[in-house]
């Protein structure tokens, strides 16, 4: 069974940098696109990024020049190092993998998640 493991949230102050992790296992990784989402209190669950088989990303407007997606297929490990946070980025980030090598930023297209990890900004 594939697993997703999130790793990296914490609470931080506006302004601050921090990278989120996510470890895959049982999958062919670097065949796989991998998603970060978020799910904020009260909102549906948001894309933030995508990062296609290739390299290829893909981000949200909301985050576009402070986040960074990056894959590391060696490790099977996906990161999203995120800058410039702000309090409207507080929410849990989900990350997800879907069984083709092209990036979406549909939640359905992605065919397995992890468990999310709790990114809170202050202001």
């Known amino acids: 069974q594939v697993q997703l493991v999130e790793s990296g949230g914490r609470l931080v102050q506006a302004g601050d940098s921090l990278s989120l992790s996510c470890a895959a296992s049982r999958l062919s990784f670097s065949s796989y696109a991998m998603g970060w989402f978020r799910q904020a209190p009260g909102k549906e669950r948001e894309f933030v990024a995508t990062?296609?088989?290739?390299?290829?990303?893909l981000y949200a407007d909301p985050v576009k020049g402070r986040f960074t997606f990056l894959r590391d297929n060696a490790k099977n490990t996906v990161y999203l190092q995120m800058n410039s946070l702000k309090s409207e980025d507080t929410a849990v980030y989900y990350c997800a993998a879907r069984t083709s090598s092209l990036g979406s930023v549909y939640p359905n297209a992605y065919d397995y998640w992890g468990q999310g990890t709790q990114v809170t900004v202050s202001s």
């Open positions: 990062i296609a088989g290739s390299g290829n990303t």
